[in-house]
């Protein structure tokens, strides 16, 4: 953009007044304490940045800080006639040493004084205003004058002749003992602040201890996750073919059972909860109906796999997997644990709606908390239902042999047990089970006998 003619405002006199308006706030951006960056370089960008506005209102302006700016970037010039005086000074000083003359020693040394202090003094005052600011030189100064009013509050108010005058009434002989009792005091609270500090340092390891737990814990489910989803993963690829359908040959059924039975003692409850649901929603639990010369399970007809009770044969027998198995408070709704063995199992607050436990051996189980909403424990009729049995078959007609084994088992504070299952558990739990039931077992006759 063209320069414009400043024949106007060399006309009237007086620049004209610059409007806030007109700058813009990237053009001072670092702006020091005085309107100016003290280091040169950014001064000059600053400089350059001022004259891209190329307007007549601004020249003054310019020209005025230019200036000052090189005014204040001008380095300290010391005359040489100052340099000769200074040494001149110190060997009239030297001088009087030399000869012992009091008079022209003194001379040189307050001579030598004055001239270095007019040297040096431009250039302290300037490097005072460069590394410290207003505020913190108002700040020292302020501090010093509070230091000096402490200390004429206390030279002329009479305090301290008050404080000199009890001072010379203590017998400092008798206080030596004193002495010795705050020495013994700072060491007991050296020994106060050690321990402080050990305490400090040990809930600062406790917590860290906690910390790296709850990493080690975090890290422990996600393998285990990936440990689990593994398994899901390999099972699937070993008992399907490639159209999806059951292909499990006896060695495979072997290996799934093995794999199974690996994976289930080496994870926690949850885990073997999520591995139980798996293998139940995916039939490899239920006993399913084979084709006699093939092994194969045989279609339903409904788009499942048919299901054989009495003669079916599961792709994975649970077998002993889960005594003594930890599943408190997991959930387990829809699983089919039929002829599992979970003697001593902890299934304590379990989550079991529409879990099938016929046939299951609950020896000394705890159930307590448990959700039983439409559990499974028999088939048939609760009046003829009677437990598993090592000799006799199973008749899922009457229940004669299908019902689960629930002696000694505690069924404390069970949720929605139905009215069929707590005819059964009273007439075969024994004394022990039928003391723990909820609503009493009064009027059901005890089949177990003891």
């Not at 000074?89 to 001239?115: E, K, P, Q, V």
Request: hydrophobic content about 40%; proline content about 4%.
């Amino acid at each position: 953009m063209p320069i414009e003619s400043n024949s106007n405002s060399s006309e009237s006199g007086k620049p004209e007044p610059v409007l806030e308006d007109n700058l813009q706030p990237d053009d001072f951006e670092d702006v020091g304490e005085n309107g100016f960056v003290p280091d040169e370089l950014a001064t000059q960008k600053a400089l350059s940045a001022v004259s891209a506005l190329q307007s007549p209102r601004n020249t003054a302006v310019l020209q005025q800080a230019r200036s000052i700016l090189q005014g204040r970037t001008q380095p300290l010039t010391v005359k040489p006639r100052a340099l000769l005086f200074i040494f001149v000074a110190i060997a009239i000083t030297f001088f009087g040493i030399a000869i012992n003359n009091w008079l022209i020693g003194m001379s040189g040394t307050l001579l030598a004084l004055l001239i270095s202090l007019a040297v040096l003094l431009p250039a302290v005052i300037n490097g005072i205003r460069n590394w410290f600011s207003a505020q913190e030189r108002a700040l020292f100064i302020a501090f010093l004058g509070l230091v000096a009013s402490l200390i004429g509050f206390v030279k002329f108010s009479g305090l301290g002749d008050r404080i000199l005058a009890v001072g010379r009434r203590i017998n400092w002989e008798a206080s030596g003992t004193l002495a010795e009792w705050f020495g013994a005091l700072g060491q007991i609270l050296i020994a106060v602040i050690a321990v402080y500090v050990a305490w400090r340092q040990y809930v600062i390891s406790k917590d860290l201890t906690i910390q790296q737990n709850l990493l080690t814990v975090q890290q422990n489910i996600i393998t285990q996750q990936q440990t689990i989803d593994s398994y899901f993963q390999g099972v699937s690829d070993l008992v399907l073919d490639e159209e999806g359908l059951l292909e499990d040959w006896p060695q495979e059924r072997m290996i799934a059972e093995g794999r199974t039975a690996a994976i289930l003692s080496s994870v926690d409850g949850s885990g073997k909860a999520k591995i139980l649901r798996f293998l139940s929603r995916s039939k490899l639990l239920t006993p399913l109906k084979r084709d006699r010369h093939l092994g194969r399970a045989i279609l339903d007809g409904n788009g499942g796999y048919a299901e054989d009770r009495k003669a079916g044969l599961r792709v994975i027998d649970l077998g002993v997997m889960l005594a003594g198995a930890d599943l408190g408070g997991t959930d387990l709704r829809w699983t089919d644990l039929s002829e599992a063995n979970l003697v001593r199992a902890d299934l304590t607050g379990c989550d079991l709606v529409k879990a099938n436990l016929s046939r299951t051996i609950l020896y000394e189980a705890k159930l307590d908390g448990a959700d039983l909403n439409g559990i499974r424990l028999f088939y048939g009729f609760p009046e003829t239902a009677s437990p598993r049995s090592r000799t006799e078959p199973p008749n899922y007609q009457t229940g004669e042999h299908t019902g689960a084994v629930v002696e000694d088992v505690n069924f404390t504070d069970v949720q929605r047990m139905s009215e069929a299952a707590r005819y059964y558990c009273c007439a075969w739990g024994g004394e022990k089970t039928r003391g723990t039931i909820p609503g009493g077992c009064e009027g059901i006759p005890n089949k177990l006998g003891k």
